[in-house]
Every structure is written in structure tokens, then in C-alpha cells.
């Protein structure tokens, strides 16, 4: 039974390099054996339908809607935490700060001569 769905492998040459592009599968493999090669396909496979051997359709994976979010900011907004309507931020006024001496500004202005 295995032998039924081993797929026919088409190879893409451009530039003298070969490169793997899709396993090939007739209409009725594909129907007979539809949850083996969508569970191929989910895995990453590109397969290929064909129909009198001629291509007719590609099966591919969905890519989830988070693959390959990795910044803080991107998950923060995809939470509901932060939002932005393509504008410019209006932000609140500056904190003022309770604690007693010499501004950094001025330390910086007086080091610098």
C-alpha cells in the first residue's frame, strides 16, 4: 500500500541547476490517498496534481498567521495591548519627576565646557 502513494518527483532546471519542485500525484491517487498527501502537504511538501499527466494544481501548506513574528512590538499588537492607526503617536505630556538636584542637561552642558 505504500508503493500506491510514492509520488513522482519533478525536478525544475534553470541555470544547469537542478531544483526539486513538487511531488506529482494523479487525480484518482490523489482521491484515494487525499489525508496521506494533505498530511504531505502540511509538513511543508509541494504536490503536484496532475490529470492525464498533465499538471493541473499545487497543493501547499497555509502558513500560520504567527510564523516568523518575533518582535515584541508585532506580538504586543497582535495581543490587543498597543494599537496603531498609521499615524503619528499622540502622546501624553512628560512625567515630571519628584527628585531633588541638578538637571542631567545642565551636568552634560558643564562637562562639555
Given at each position: ?31 484515494t490517498h487525499l489525508s ?78
Amino acid at each position: 500500500m505504500a508503493s500506491a502513494i510514492r509520488p513522482s518527483v519533478v525536478a525544475l532546471v534553470e541555470s544547469g541547476v537542478a531544483e526539486v519542485v513538487a511531488s506529482q500525484v494523479s487525480v484518482r491517487n490523489l482521491k484515494t490517498h487525499l489525508s496521506q498527501w494533505l498530511a504531505r502537504a502540511r509538513s511543508g511538501e509541494v504536490v503536484e496534481v496532475t490529470s492525464h499527466r498533465q499538471p493541473i494544481a499545487r497543493i501547499t501548506a497555509v502558513k500560520p498567521a504567527h510564523s516568523g513574528i518575533t518582535s515584541p512590538l508585532q506580538q504586543a499588537i497582535d495581543a490587543g495591548l498597543i494599537s496603531w492607526n498609521g499615524q503619528k503617536p499622540n502622546l501624553p505630556p512628560p512625567v515630571k519627576l519628584r527628585g531633588q538636584g541638578r538637571l542631567l542637561s545642565d551636568i552634560v552642558l558643564e562637562d562639555r565646557g
